[in-house]
T-cell receptor, first 115, second 113 residues
Framework: GNSVTQMEGPVTLSEEAFLTINCTYT??????LFWYVQYPGEGLQLLLK?????DKGSNKGFEATYRKETTSFHLEKGSVQVSDSAVYFC??????????????FGKGTLLTVNP | NAGVTQTPKFQVLKTGQSMTLQCAQDMNHEYMSWYRQDPGMGLRLIHY???????DQGEVPNGYNVSRSTTEDFPLRLLSAAPSQTSVYFC????????????FGPGTRLTVT
């Protein structure tokens, strides 16, 4: 079946540090890949996505590139801010039988950014 | 647009009680789903619906029922609450299931004692 593996947290950084959160996946076919972010006390919201190999998703200074050869979709940001403190989820969407697709999430990585 | 709304925000139940978690969306989305979030487990799919009148099971459906009588509403019913159902529940919707962005509600924190 499909699966997503992301680096375990928690990750603690100082403001303006470089961020990488690793994500690799296993899926049949050509899934779409997503990063969702969950701020404290809130639901998840889409941060960025990529739908085919070599696509780069970007938003709010975050980037991730769909690497089919390494089945990876690592999240990066050049300079984190305190407001980036949140839980980050890598996810894939792939066919699950018939015409249905299924969204599969990683376990989440807690990021804390200190001033 | 309100997006995806969930009620209640918090709920405490005793073992064996039943209740319904409400979910509504105003975006005319076909696809709606329920997840539970537990520490270290990420999000796990409970049930989903690809349109009014059509529902199906996800990874962890036992102990939960759903129905989809309208496009807007997708309630989740706990038939006989158990402590193992203590969790945070999220409802989500999207245009359809095929790779479109999912919009999440704010969640319901349920405690079963």
């Amino acid at each position: 079946g499909n699966s997503v593996t992301q680096m375990e947290g928690p990750v603690t950084l100082s403001e303006e540090a470089f961020l990488t959160i690793n994500c690799t996946y296993t899926a049949t076919g050509y899934p779409s890949l997503f990063w969702y972010v969950q701020y404290p006390g809130e639901g998840l919201q889409l941060l960025l996505k990529a739908t085919k190999a070599d696509d780069k998703g970007s938003n709010k200074g975050f980037e991730a590139t769909y690497r089919k050869e390494t089945t990876s979709f690592h999240l990066e940001k050049g300079s984190v801010q305190v407001s980036d403190s949140a839980v980050y989820f890598c996810a894939l969407c792939a066919p699950s039988g018939g015409s249905n697709y299924k969204l599969t999430f990683g376990k989440g990585t807690l990021l804390t950014v200190n001033p | 647009n309100a997006g995806v709304t969930q009620t209640p925000k918090f709920q405490v139940l005793k073992t064996g009680q039943s209740m319904t978690l409400q979910c509504a969306q105003d975006m005319n989305h076909e696809y709606m789903s329920w997840y539970r979030q537990d520490p270290g487990m990420g999000l796990r799919l409970i049930h989903y619906s690809v349109g009014a009148g059509i529902t199906d099971q996800g990874e962890v459906p036992n102990g939960y029922n759903v129905s989809r009588s309208t496009t807007e509403d997708f309630p989740l019913r706990l038939l006989s609450a158990a402590p193992s159902q203590t969790s945070v529940y999220f409802c989500a919707s999207s245009y359809n299931s095929q790779g479109y962005e999912q919009y999440f509600g704010p969640g319901t924190r349920l405690t079963v004692t």
